[in-house]
């Protein structure tokens, strides 16, 4: 059995790194670059739904634990 050697270890060793790289594009990298996308679908999801409905326990909806202002425009 011959094992790879040099430059074909290293061609190996990139295509593979290549091929990992162009599966997880879509995956991962893609929607972190532009949401737009998935915000969309989100919204067009969701659009029936009220929070307030399906809040379990009668729990308050999640607001902001340190009271941040929403920004302003300037």
Known sequence: MSFLKGWRYTAFIGGFVGLL??????????PMLDP??????????RKNIRQEDIQPGNMKIWSDPFGRKKADSE
């Open 21 to 30: 790289g162009l599966t997880l594009y879509p995956i991962a990298v893609s």
């Open 36 to 45: 737009s996308e998935y915000k969309k679908i989100q919204k067009e999801s």
